[in-house]
């Protein structure tokens, strides 16, 4: 009998160390999912944003003094795609025409965030299918159908780049110290500047020229270091096909590193 009774009482010292130890187990892992939850950010609403501020800034400005044919539409929306898989969670894209000036604000017809997909969910403690949803919905869906919008084809008298790009650099980048999160800018255009301040029509491609001119104090932006992404829409207009040359390219190559930023690409289309 006492032989038993010790056996019962080893038995029920092991019993209550695997109970503790699975309480223990237990208050961890549920510990380190709230730690977990606590530290995942705090999304707006409308934008899908971190309120803290988005983790990356995705700028794209679209040219639509001149039609945009369905073919460069097509590889426009081939970048785009390749953008939006590559997007960093948090990370912010502002969509905007190109018709700004040296005056003012220049507002973007679409800023939204990456949520992030289904299959960067973590099962244990969020819903992957909502995840998903909402990458598709609230991101996917609004950058696509404001794109679209944006492709169809559409004239003006006037073509302001460098203003555009200026207005940008202030409206998406204006709040940012250089260098705290990534940022970058596309811009969808031919690249034929035409406003009063500067035209390629007038002949005026000499980026060295514009430079010394005081009218280029209204024209330079502060891109901080901005990638920049340049689609190059080709023209059959001879008056622009003659504008769109070597001497061309380097005009904007050095237009952009005067305002700050890296060329990353220049892609004709």
């Given at each position: ?60 400005l679209i040219d639509r003094s001149d039609p945009i044919s369905p073919l460069q539409g097509q590889q426009v929306r081939q970048a785009m795609d390749r953008y939006v898989k590559t997007a960093a969670i948090g ?160 005009f904007w190559e050095n237009a952009i590193h005067a305002d700050g930023g890296v060329l990353e690409s220049f892609t004709p289309l």
């Open positions: 009998m006492a032989r038993k009774r010790r056996q019962r009482r080893d038995w029920d010292k092991l019993r209550g160390v695997v109970i503790g130890l699975v309480g223990l187990a237990l208050i961890a892992c549920l510990g380190g999912a709230w730690y977990w939850i606590g530290r995942q950010p705090r999304l707006d609403a409308a934008t899908g944003c971190p309120a803290a501020g988005p983790t990356a800034i995705h700028a794209i990370e912010r894209f502002d969509l905007y025409v190109a018709n700004g000036d040296a005056v003012n604000v220049l507002t973007a017809v679409a800023s939204v965030c990456n949520p992030g997909r289904g299959d960067q969910a973590n099962e244990l403690y969020q819903n992957p299918q909502m995840i998903q949803r909402q990458f598709e919905e609230k991101f996917v869906k609004v950058l696509g159908q404001n794109l679209d919008t944006l492709l169809q084809a559409t004239t003006s008298d006037s073509s302001p780049i460098l203003e555009s790009i200026r207005a940008v650099a202030v409206a998406s980048f204006g709040n940012v110290d250089p260098g705290k999160i990534p940022l970058e800018l596309t811009i969808v255009s031919d690249l034929v500047q035409h406003s009063a301040t500067n035209s390629h029509f007038r002949g005026e491609v000499n980026f060295a020229d514009l430079s010394r001119k005081p009218a280029w104090r209204s024209l330079q932006a502060d891109l901080k270091g901005a990638k920049v992404h340049a689609l190059y829409l080709l023209r059959s207009d001879p008056k622009v096909a003659r504008i769109q040359n070597r001497g061309h390219q380097l």
